[in-house]
């Protein structure tokens, strides 16, 4: 009744966020982690804040997915790589790209910290979308999910609807 564990699936330790303009010349194999994690980190911390100065606790989040039938226990996926399970954001849910935690191959001690992002081709994305319109839709609606279940500031809803990317979708 004390502890809140919130995993943010799609996020890395620190990311394209964190890290701005410098994020495309670190020399990491792939594009660095683009999962908003940052949007989660303020909704916490202003959670915590309302908890310790009036009890009013935040929400209890769904744990990251984590398949361990095997020798080795790892995180269960979607079809296109995305973990399953944990806060969502529109990213994982609406998604344009696989975001990871884990690094690219071959990455450096510092790439290492920042999971990766790898865009989805153009094939995939019309698979999953008809058009813009219907990505931006989805995305939308994944966005005003997180917020209602207390994982994103209202106040943070324009800036995560800036993230979306239809530009990317075909048609």
């Known amino acids: 009744e004390r502890i809140r564990l919130w995993e943010v ?3 890395a330790h620190a990311d394209a966020f964190l890290l701005g303009p410098v994020a495309d010349v670190v020399g990491c194999p792939e594009p660095i982690n683009a999962g908003p994690h940052h949007f989660v980190v303020k909704a916490a911390l202003r959670g915590l804040d309302r908890w310790v100065r009036s009890g009013d606790a935040p929400p209890e989040a769904p744990r990251l997915e984590v398949d361990d039938s095997g020798d080795t226990p790892a995180f269960e996926r979607d ?3 995305n973990v399953l399970g944990g806060i969502r954001t529109p ?3 609406v998604p344009v790209a696989t975001h990871s935690g884990e690094p690219a191959e071959g ?16 094939d995939r994305l019309g698979e999953l979308y008809e058009s813009p319109d219907e990505y931006l ?13 207390g994982f994103v500031l209202d106040d943070d809803r324009d800036a ?3 993230d979306a990317d239809p530009s990317v979708i075909p048609g």
């Open 79 to 81: 079809a296109d790589g």
């Open 91 to 93: 990213q994982l849910d």
């Open 160 to 162: 995560l609807l800036d």
């Open 9 to 11: 699936a799609g996020t």
């Open 107 to 122: 990455s450096s001690v510092v790439c290492m910290l920042m999971g990766s992002t790898i865009p989805f081709d153009e």
């Open 137 to 149: 839709d989805g995305y939308t609606d994944a966005a005003d999910e997180a917020i209602d279940a």
